[in-house]
């Protein structure tokens, strides 16, 4: 994972992928990791169910800056009432 942007209701990460690594694989282990490491604290309500479905794209090296700037940049992008999430900062954005 390079870059990891954070809105209330979605992520965006930037991630660079060998071949051999399937997205499908990959977007089921990401989700069902953050859910359940959300759902370890019991406060937290209601609980975090993981979405079907993710949206993926590639693009070229020199698109890199510009889509890492993006992702990095999705609280100004959406609505920043809702306090930062605890595991943001160990990502370089958000």
């Known amino acids: 994972m390079l870059v990891a942007g ?5 992520v965006h990460v930037l991630i660079r992928l ?4 399937s997205i499908a ?6 989700k069902g990791a953050s859910a359940h490491e959300l759902n370890l604290d019991v406060s937290a309500r209601p609980r975090i169910e993981r ?7 590639s693009f070229g090296f020199e698109d890199l800056d510009a889509i890492a700037r993006y ?3 999705q609280r100004d992008q959406h609505d ?6 605890r595991w943001s900062s160990h990502l370089g954005g958000g």
Not at 18 to 21: I, L, P, Q, S
Not at 80 to 85: A, K, L, W
């Open 80 to 85: 920043d009432s809702h306090p930062i999430e």
């Open 71 to 73: 992702v990095r940049n």
């Open 51 to 57: 979405q079907q479905g993710y949206w993926a794209e």
């Open 18 to 21: 060998a071949n051999v690594v």
């Open 6 to 10: 954070i809105a209330p209701d979605h």
């Open 25 to 30: 694989e990959l977007m089921k282990a990401l």
